[in-house]
């Protein structure tokens, strides 16, 4: 060899050849170290620079080996990567190396690797290219130690990255990849079939779809099971996509991840599994709880099971003698696929299997496609039950599985568990009945005994009442009253009871009026609901029957229990009463009954929801204070209830604490057998008596306005009737018993308009030889229009508030055909006649002088009325000034409310009755604050409410002193 190039006996052609020496000649001129060796590490060629960069002599190099340039790590990494190099082929990338000096010190050198080939292909040695350029080997270090620390990331995220050339099919791994599959990289050549063998056989077709997809799309996305090296079982993900491709759009390079998800995968099953679990359970548990055998929970159970996808049979067997070590299993259901066929041998040997187990257990080795688990029914003995349930395909998740089955169990074992409680209690009811017969025979005797001398000493004490008696002796006579009463209420409540108890309860059967029994019922509470400024409102739906036929006692019974007791525990608001037709529920065999629904709303203390299944027990309120409070025996709503299902219904509750109470009930009656006219409904205590100048039905909810119109009419010598919306006036005003109605115009249900067009409706249907009943507006209204609004509603005559006694007189004498020129029926032709001198114009939304406070002749007239008028000024004057607080509270309500109709019914409603009792300024104030409130005017109103409390103080000061001289 020349220019001392280092040659072994396979280094090249011989010294003759002069193509060679060149060559070797430029091979010894480079700054290079060039060192060919064979698959042993041993020399074959060696250049200059390589034996000056390693500090021996040519003749050193010839004897020289790459292992003995290297430290101890360095020969075993250099044997590895001798053994790998026919499998993986020479580093593509360059590689920093250090080698030893013959002194020991350290050379570090770039190396790049190539091979040698002979003519015919195979591999004659290696080449290794030592560059001693520091800034490049410096890149180089460092570009090595990024990919030790990517190759330890991914080994820390278990994720492992490829390459794949999809012409030639060469596949690049990294370091995590071997590591993620378990593969050794100087073995294993990374073929792509070698990750699809890792892959579960069940989830291999849809690695192969998302790849073949992936190629298409450049987007590889897929999750799949895959077994390690040491046999356990795990989750991929992998994702990837197509970053190169050729001119024709075919792909040409494949790039990608593969994560172990494992941890991830089943965290996601396991909520996955627990959101099933949860699911089933609810619906499992509410057809437990809606069961009353455990025969009956099962049909339902196995049912909702079934209807799952993953189930296909369910079989449960009674078990009796668990507890003696010799349990007899006896089939008792089957549901699903081959329910006709009957219980398997297998089914039973693994029902048995569960009960000596005392556990749930699993068959899967004799039909692997559809195993079978078993789970027992509990109890305090020993299970009473055992049931088998067979899937449609292997059991993947157990322990799901096992949660799933065991609280099945608990929840059919509760089912159990009622069921010998019923049983028990049963039996229990059945030994106290008996006693409880005899008690309530006695009660109701005792009741009945109490009852007669009580009603005796109440009647002794009301002939007493009658009799001259000084202030002391009427207030204790008074005193006895309210105390029998009360008394009286209670034996009332017991002998009900006592009744009910014994099976002597007995319906009557005759017609009544519907309206009238709900009105005379809601009559009963009126004047407590008065004392504690609560609305009271009865509203009947117009598909209601006029007529039924059934016990009104006791419908009525409830409906004032219902109403008391609405009224007792409602501090302030209203109370409600709706009637409604319920078809529903009169549809008996024969469909001949007619059903009600009544319920009665109140805005009142309301009862906690932990209280509605005690309220109606006997004996029973909602709180232990409520006796001491409001008093009472707690039999009334127990009494009501047991009523309402004697006339078939029932009574129900929907109450929370601060919201207000609404008890409903249903009823059914019969048709009515007789065909008489309605029946006039008034409330008992507002019916006056027949008068000889006729009978006058007054439309007023006004409790003062009522007052003063009952005392000018009966006064007059007329019978009174009071309505107290519109609704009541039009059922009233259809009796004909009536020769005039004074209809108020603002009313609530209906106002007086549409009062008016009800009962103009009703007459055209009549007989004609009926005639047609006057109607004469009465309102604190004088605005333009008003008149005319009266005759197209079908009135015939109109009064203004405060009604002058003479004026009236004078209007009620023409309608009735007592006055000259006048017919006994108004003429359906005539309109409204104007029958005050106040003028039509309304005064500006400000008053613009300030008259008296009080105008104490209208009230002198009124007291001059005739006997007892003195006692109902009194009356109306109480319930104005105690009334003045709740007005403004209205008005100031619907000003911060933003709701200028309601402003202007509240000021309309205060007004007339202002005006009635001859408060002039407080009237003039209302007039203008309803006038606002019809043109939209809240901030003139709001300004006003100031004035009107200052008013209205004045006012009450004036009629207190007028009471009192």
């Not at 792509?192 to 590889?220: C, H």
């Not at 599994?273 to 159970?301: C, G, H, K, P």
């Not at 006055?819 to 005064?843: E, L």
Request: glycine share 10%; net charge negative; proline share 5%.
């Amino acid at each position: 060899m020349e220019h001392g190039a280092v040659g072994g006996p396979n280094t090249g052609p011989p010294d003759s050849d002069a193509g060679w020496s060149y060559q070797q000649q430029v091979l010894d001129d480079l700054r290079d170290g060039i060192w060919v060796f064979d698959e042993k590490g041993r020399t074959l060629y060696a250049n200059r620079s390589l034996a000056d960069l390693l500090g021996r002599s040519m003749a050193e190099m010839r004897e020289l080996t790459v292992h003995d340039v290297l430290d101890t790590p360095g020969r075993a990494q250099f044997t590895a990567h001798l053994e790998a190099l026919p499998i993986t082929g020479p580093n593509e990338a360059e590689v920093a190396c250090v080698y030893r000096r013959k002194d020991g010190s350290p050379v570090r050198a770039i190396i790049s690797e190539g091979v040698l080939r002979a003519d015919g292909g195979e591999v004659t040695g290696y080449v290794h290219r030592l560059t001693r350029d520091e800034e490049r080997l410096a890149l180089v270090e460092d570009l090595a130690r990024s990919r030790e620390r990517l190759d330890e990331a991914q080994t820390v995220a278990r994720l492992g990255s490829s390459e794949r050339n999809l012409v030639t099919g060469e596949t690049t791994w990294s370091a995590g990849m071997y590591a993620l599959l378990g593969v050794d990289p100087s073995t294993v050549s990374p073929p792509f079939e070698t990750l699809l063998e890792r892959v579960l056989p069940q989830d291999r077709p849809a690695v192969a779809e998302a790849l073949r997809v992936g190629q298409a799309t450049g987007t590889i996305e897929f999750d799949a099971r895959f077994r390690r090296v040491d046999g356990s079982e795990g989750w991929l993900r992998g994702r990837g996509s197509v970053p190169e491709r050729a001119s024709d759009g075919t792909a040409v390079r494949m790039t990608g991840t593969v994560q172990d998800i494992t941890e991830l995968k089943e965290a996601e099953l396991a909520l996955l599994d627990s959101v099933v679990l949860n699911s089933l359970m609810q619906v499992i548990a509410a057809a437990a709880n809606e069961a009353a055998t455990l025969e009956e929970a099962f049909a339902r159970t196995a049912d909702l099971l079934l209807a799952h996808e993953d189930w296909q049979r369910a079989v449960a067997f009674s078990v009796s003698g668990a507890d003696t070590g010799d349990p007899v299993l006896e089939p008792s259901a089957v549901a699903g696929d081959g329910a006709e066929a009957g219980v398997t041998d297998s089914e039973l040997r693994l029902a048995r299997r569960a009960v000596e187990a005392g556990d749930v257990v699993m068959e899967e080795h004799e039909a692997p496609d559809a195993p079978s688990i078993g789970f027992l029914v509990p109890a305090e003995e020993g299970p009473v039950a055992a049931v088998v349930i067979t899937a449609r395909s292997p059991f993947e998740r157990q322990q799901m599985l096992r949660s799933l089955v065991g609280q099945a169990g608990d929840q059919l074992a509760r089912v159990a568990d009622r069921e010998r409680v019923a049983r028990e209690v049963a039996a229990a009811r059945d030994a106290a009945m008996q006693a409880s017969r005899l008690k309530s025979d006695f009660l109701a005797t005792m009741s009945h005994e109490i009852r007669t001398p009580m009603n005796g000493v109440i009647g002794l004490n009301e002939l007493l009442l009658r009799t001259d008696l000084d202030e002391r002796q009427r207030r204790l006579a008074e005193g006895v009253r309210s105390a029998g009463r009360s008394l009286l209420g209670m034996l009332n409540d017991l002998l009900d009871f006592s009744k009910i108890e014994a099976g002597q309860l007995e319906l009557d059967q005759v017609d009544f009026d519907v309206a009238a029994v709900f009105e005379q019922a809601c009559a009963l509470s009126s004047h407590a609901a008065r004392d504690k400024r609560i609305t009271l409102d009865l509203h009947v739906d117009d598909d209601v029957p006029d007529r039924l036929s059934g016990d009104p006692g006791r419908l009525a019974q409830v409906v004032a229990n219902l109403v008391s007791n609405a009224v007792k525990f409602t501090p302030t608001g209203s109370v409600t009463v709706r009637v409604s037709s319920a078809p529903e529920v009169g549809a008996g065999e024969s469909g001949d009954r007619i059903g009600l629904r009544v319920e009665v709303v109140d805005t009142g203390i309301g009862i906690p929801p932990e209280q509605h299944a005690r309220i109606f027990d006997r004996f029973q309120q909602a709180d232990t204070s409520t006796t001491r409070v409001f008093g009472g025996t707690g039999l009334g709503l127990a009494i009501s209830a047991e009523l309402v299902q004697a006339l078939g219904g029932e009574l129900r509750l929907c109450s929370a604490p601060g919201e207000g109470s609404t008890f409903f009930f249903t009823a059914a009656f019969l048709p009515a057998t007789a065909a008489a006219q309605e029946a006039a409904l008034v409330h008992p205590e507002e019916r006056g008596a027949p008068g000889s100048a006729g009978r006058i039905l007054v439309a007023e909810d006004n409790d003062i306005n009522q007052l003063v119109a009952r005392g000018m009419l009966e006064a007059l010598g007329y019978a009174v009737d009071i309505a107290v919306d519109g609704e009541q006036a039009v059922r009233l005003a259809r009796s004909g018993d009536y020769d005039v109605v004074l209809m108020d115009l603002r009313m609530p249900v209906l106002d007086g308009f549409a009062a008016t067009r009800r009962i103009r409706a009703a007459e055209a249907d009549a007989d004609p030889a009926t005639g047609r009943v006057p109607v004469v507006a009465m309102t604190a209204s004088a605005v333009e229009g008003e008149r005319e609004r009266c005759l197209a509603a079908g009135m015939d005559d109109f009064l203004t508030k405060p009604v002058d006694f003479r004026r009236l007189d004078t209007v009620l004498r023409d309608r009735l055909g007592t006055a000259p020129g006048a017919g006994a029926r108004s003429d359906p032709a005539s309109g409204p006649t104007r029958t005050d001198d106040r003028p039509d114009d309304r005064p500006d939304d400000r008053p613009d002088d300030r008259p008296d406070v009080l105008d104490t002749s209208r009230l002198e007239d009124l007291q001059d009325m005739g006997e007892g008028a003195e006692v109902l000024v009194g009356r109306a004057v109480d319930n104005f000034v105690a009334g003045v607080d709740t007005w403004l509270h209205d008005l100031r309500g619907a000003v911060d409310a933003g709701d200028p109709e309601r402003l202007a019914a509240a000021a309309h409603g205060f007004k007339g009755s202002a005006l009635n009792l001859g408060a002039t300024r407080a009237a003039q104030l209302g007039d203008a604050l309803e006038s606002a409130g019809r043109a939209g005017r809240l901030e003139v109103a709001r300004g006003l409410l100031p004035e009107l409390a200052d008013a209205l103080a004045a006012t009450s000061a004036a009629l207190r002193a007028f009471r009192a001289g």
